[in-house]
């Protein structure tokens, strides 16, 4: 770097390059093996006891709604368990959870007082009072399959290697109508990412064998590994996130299901940039926290890591950086009269790299049965580059309050006869999934 500095970054572009190239073609074998149908399996002889736990705070606006959800889910009643886990000076919630009707099998849980005060403390004072052999966490905007719960209970009593800890249901973006709704260009951007992650990427990992980073919500697991591995880190802000990697290393394994849960987008600006502030920000804490020793995750499991953390924070840094400098040069070179300079490597990773993202999206938002049209991904650039200005202020956040967790405000669902999905010129029936298993795609 001293001696050669042109030698020095010009190797260090090509490595990015190829490092990208690399990412590129990995998200081409995910969508491929994301296809591949799961194999049937048979119900259980006894259906085993389950714990429902749902961490709540300031959520007195939702959570009436979270509670008849709840209720539909299509499981014994006799063999649930089910935890509001609620803050003691969260009066508000509180009193509205007592107020109105819950299944018998759903109590509200106060946690006892202490720090952090965030949602992975929470679950682990519900750990400690979990009856069920496995359990599962929901968020307070969820309306998960009533199925759910079935078919994970009987994923996980056909697994035959007995290492199976968790399974990871897909999450589905589904925006309700408001007069008030925020931009559609976010809600749509973001239907459409879900949509890449849990159809494509992480189905596709799971038939690999390998660990990847869980969603917040719609995980199960079973009961008794999840305590042995101490529950979830109360300090790290992407709790599930480290969780799945902290499995793999103690040697159990993670898989997917087909029944989804629903959730609404962030919204506007104004609560998108938190909840993305947040989970790069926990990114980074899960990325410090697994490289302090990647041994331990064996080569397979570093190179998940790399591959889903270690990607996701470079890309996240580089997108509004590579953009403005793509927008620079042309703009430069049409000023100047003079095509671009286009070297094939670069140009590779332009091409290849927006192609696997636009497919990645496209086939996991018609497995979802979300929209994702061609001004979707005309757009997706400019969305990409609003992540770089996230990652600014997940690193601004880290430095100055690492622990603190950035909530998202969610809001009661618009009244049925009211309610439309992300494309209002093409609305798509998509509660009625809640009655069937998702079709295969080819």
């Known amino acids: 770097m001293w001696f050669e500095p042109r030698l020095f970054w010009h190797s260090l572009v090509a490595a990015g390059a190829w490092g990208f190239l690399a990412v590129a073609v990995w998200r081409l074998i995910l969508i491929l093996l994301s296809a591949v149908p799961a194999p049937p399996t048979p119900k259980p002889a006894v259906w085993p006891r389950y714990t429902v736990v749902a961490a709540l705070y300031h959520e007195a606006e939702v959570v009436g709604q979270l509670i008849e959800r709840l209720s539909r889910i299509d499981y014994p009643a006799d063999r649930l368990q089910g935890l509001l886990v609620l803050e003691e000076h969260d009066h508000e919630t509180i009193a509205a959870a007592l107020a109105g009707p819950r299944p018998t099998w759903l109590e509200v849980f106060i946690a006892p007082p202490g720090q952090p005060q965030t949602k992975p403390r929470a679950l682990n004072c519900a750990l400690a009072h979990a009856t069920g052999d496995l359990l599962t966490v929901y968020d307070a905007e969820d309306d998960p399959d009533p199925l759910q719960l079935r078919e994970a209970a009987a994923r996980f009593a056909a697994d035959p290697t007995g290492r199976l800890a968790c399974l990871q249901a897909p999450l589905r973006i589904r925006r309700r109508g408001r007069a008030a709704d925020p931009s559609p260009f976010l809600d749509r951007q973001f239907a459409a990412e879900y949509a890449s992650l849990f159809e494509t990427t992480l189905p596709g990992i799971a038939r690999l064998g390998l660990p990847f980073p869980l969603g917040g919500t719609s995980n199960h697991f079973r009961t008794d590994i ?202 798509l029936r998509l509660s009625a999934v809640h009655a069937a298993a998702p079709e295969p795609v080819a």
């Open 226 to 427: 999840l305590s042995a591995v101490e529950g979830w880190d109360a300090w790290n802000v992407t709790e599930d996130a480290d969780l799945g990697f902290r499995l793999w290393s103690r040697g159990w394994r993670l898989g997917v299901i087909s029944r989804p849960t629903w959730e609404t987008p962030p919204g506007g600006l104004d609560n998108w940039l938190p909840q993305r502030t947040r989970w790069l920000k926990g990114y980074m804490q899960t990325w410090g926290v697994h490289t302090r020793a990647p041994w331990r995750l064996g080569w397979r499991g570093a190179a998940a890591l790399v591959l889903t953390i270690g990607a996701g924070l470079v890309s996240a840094a580089l997108h509004g950086l590579s953009l403005a400098w793509v927008a620079a040069t042309v703009l430069v070179s049409l000023m100047a009269g003079l095509p671009p300079e286009t070297p094939a490597l670069a140009l590779g990773v332009l091409a290849l790299g927006a192609m696997s993202a636009w497919l990645s999206c496209s086939i996991g938002a018609r497995r979802a049965g979300v929209p994702y049209r061609a001004d979707d991904m005309i757009a997706a650039p400019a969305y990409w580059a609003l992540l770089s200005f996230a990652f600014v202020h997940a690193v601004w956040r880290l430095i100055l309050d690492p622990y603190a967790w950035d909530k998202t405000r969610h809001r009661r669902d618009a009244p049925a006869e009211t309610q439309d999905v992300l494309d209002e010129t093409a609305p």
